[in-house]
């Protein structure tokens, strides 16, 4: 009964401007560690983790860009099948909030069914910034998003709220289609 072949298996793509804390966001969550010397890496990167969607345990796997973002060069197989996508800006990066609408229009050309999209703004430990409030980025950007999130893969602040938020989704997501 307990097989893990059983598991549903989700996908949940992480999106946005390079820099703006994907890969980190995503390691402090699967491994709950923060390093800024992390390299870029090259090639797939990606993580699972099983967690519980209220009584059912999932697998969520998490497809994080390998440095495509910065060429463009995302093909739509990376977003394809995505049950939610996490859309990610940093506080202290103005372009990344200009350039969200890009990513919206990727999932929304790439996907058949297209999937929650939750905006995630990380690095709100950094405070003195100046980029936009969080009442602008509410008011400008909320209605593009299913959700907004705020958090800082530094501290962990926000981040098991966004991942546990985004799996909820993904999870009632899959099961519209089954
Ligand atoms: P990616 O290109 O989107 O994958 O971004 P990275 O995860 O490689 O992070 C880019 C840079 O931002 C690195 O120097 C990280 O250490 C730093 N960074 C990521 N998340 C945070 C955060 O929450 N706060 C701060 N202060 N720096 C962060
Ligand atoms: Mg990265």
Known sequence: MNNEVDLPHLKIVL??????????????????????????????NHQRKKVFVGRDEVEIFLWDTAGQEQFQALTPLYVR????????????D???????????DLINS??????????????????????????????????????????????????DTCFMQAAHSAFNFSKSFT
């Open 15 to 44: 999106l946005g401007n390079s820099g703006v804390g994907k890969t980190s966001l995503m390691n402090r969550w699967t491994a709950g560690k923060f390093s800024t010397s992390a390299k870029s890496t090259v090639g797939a």
């Open 81 to 92: 099948n995505a049950a939610t996508a996490l859309i990610l800006a940093a506080v202290d």
């Open 94 to 104: 103005a372009n990344s909030f200009d350039t969200l609408q890009t990513w919206v």
């Open 110 to 159: 790439a996907c058949e069914h297209v999937p929650p999209m939750i905006l995630v703004v990380n690095k709100i430990d950094i405070v003195d910034h100046t980029s936009y409030s969080n009442e602008e980025i509410e008011s400008r950007f909320g209605p593009m998003f299913s959700s907004i999130f705020f958090a800082s893969a530094a501290t962990g602040e926000g981040v």
